[in-house]
């Protein structure tokens, strides 16, 4: 089996997206967002409102999408999504997902979508809904022709995507099995000029002959960082190293987020679904109001009882917000039964106040400007176009879809 081609090590594109289904939350912000906003630091950032995914679990309410999309977009803004460093867009406006959404389904075997685990759960968990359509079963495809139109290196996302991010993978493996033979890496590799062309051929000679790792960390770093080369000509030039044809699809890796686990204000999981939330731009007062009446260890019925962190729904809320001093102070005086479960609370009630309060921050000027937030995903709608029209230019020569 040959090696799978991997993105070149140039590339540092990120990409991922969201449904548009209804006001996001603290879950929201400290699993995805807060882990987004880092990576617009690092990487070349490509985030993405994914409207027709929501329409394969929601397509009985049309009206609400348009609201939510919107909403949406101010939430990122809010949570510190920060436009001048990352390209945000809509997927509806980009329509060449649907094209390759179409040109990928050609090569991807029924079993491989049946046997995604979030088809047979969602399908089981969202009950009072029709998802024995067609359009929920090429979720997860849709999601590769989302990652792969992009060419990007990395994806991040939640543990329960990641299946999705593995079929990813072995999609492009396959689309380039049938499709990405015989590109011309000589004309490339001339580009190089003389004496780098000729160190490359020494090099892939010497991994191809004894497989030298050292040559090909050499061969590879002279590739990802030549002048003379465009960004095609690399990843021909890492497939021609690898002595396979180019990779017109490069496979993404999964980046997965290592976050706390946010509870809600009953204890189980932050959701939607469980009306346990606290929105990003919700209301001090409700907010306020919200976790004073967070249910606690029900051991501690009078000021005298103790207590057990580990049975008390607060307790989950200082592992995200708190540091070791006021946890410290909070089990201790738990287990002492030193204060009431209203004076634990208050360094909690501080914290996500504060944080809340930069949200309202960031998003007031947004909230009162919708047109400047309709022009910047315009602007990244432009660019993201442009790149996906590079890449189904690619695709859909290798396909044979060009008659001229
Ligand atoms: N399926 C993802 C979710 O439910 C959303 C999504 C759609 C996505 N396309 C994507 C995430 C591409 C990452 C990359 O959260
Ligand atoms: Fe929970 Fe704090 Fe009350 Fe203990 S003192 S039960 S940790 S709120």
């Known amino acids: ?12 594109r990120v990409l991922s997206g969201m449904r ?43 009206e609400t999408m348009r609201e939510h999309v919107w909403e949406m977009v101010i939430d990122w803004l809010a949570a510190g999504v920060d436009p001048a460093r990352a390209t945000m867009f809509i997927q509806s406006h980009v329509p060449e ?51 792969l139109m992009y060419r990007a290196a990395h994806v991040p996302v939640g543990e329960d995507q990641a299946p999705h ?29 003389k004496r780098d062309e000729k160190t490359y051929r020494r ?76 929105a990003l731009r919700d209301q001090p007062e409700r907010v306020t109001r919200a976790i004073r009446a967070m249910p606690t260890d029900p051991a501690r019925v009078r000021l005298s009882d103790p207590g057990d962190p580990e049975k008390c729904p607060v307790w989950q809320l200082h592992l995200v917000y ?5 946890r410290e102070w909070a089990s201790k005086g738990c287990r002492a039964a030193a204060f009431g479960c209203l004076e634990c609370k208050q360094p909690l009630l501080d914290a996500v ?16 400007n919708p047109r400047e937030v309709r022009g910047m995903i315009e602007d990244g709608t432009d660019k993201a176009r442009q790149t996906a029209r590079e890449t189904m230019k690619l695709v859909r020569e290798a396909v044979g879809a060009v008659y001229e």
């Not at 993978?169 to 890496?185: C, K, S, V």
């Not at 708190?322 to 006021?326: A, K, N």
């Open 1 to 12: 089996m040959t090696a799978p081609p991997e993105t070149s090590p140039a590339n540092n």
């Open 20 to 62: 548009p289904t209804g006001r996001l939350h603290l879950g929201h912000y400290h699993g995805v967002l807060k882990n987004w906003a880092r990576l617009q630091r690092d990487y070349e950032c490509y985030f993405f409102i994914a409207d027709w995914h929501a329409l394969t679990t929601h397509y009985e309410q049309p």
């Open 97 to 147: 997902h649907a094209e390759l959404h179409l040109l990928l389904s050609m090569v991807t075997p029924l079993g491989w979508l049946e046997r995604v685990p979030s088809f047979k759960e969602q399908q089981q968990r969202l009950r009072g809904r029709d998802l024995a359509t067609y359009g929920f079963l090429g979720y997860p495809l849709l999601q590769s022709a989302d990652i």
């Open 165 to 193: 991010v593995e079929l990813t993978r072995e999609i492009a493996r396959r689309f380039n099995e049938f499709f990405g033979r015989g590109g011309d890496a000589e004309a490339a590799i001339k580009r190089m000029g």
């Open 203 to 278: 090099l892939k000679k010497s991994y191809a002959e004894s497989g030298e790792r050292d040559a090909r960390a050499r061969a590879r770093e002279l590739i990802s960082s030549h002048n003379n080369l465009n960004a095609e000509d690399k990843e021909r030039l890492l497939g021609d190293l690898e002595g396979r044809g180019r990779a017109i699809l490069p496979e993404p890796r999964a980046l997965l987020t290592e976050a706390a686990k946010m509870p809600g204000l009953d204890g189980r999981k932050m959701s939607k679904s469980y009306e346990n939330t606290i």
């Open 322 to 326: 708190s540091d070791e001093g006021v």
């Open 353 to 368: 106040l504060a944080e809340q309060k930069e949200f309202h921050r960031r998003a007031e000027h947004f909230e009162n």
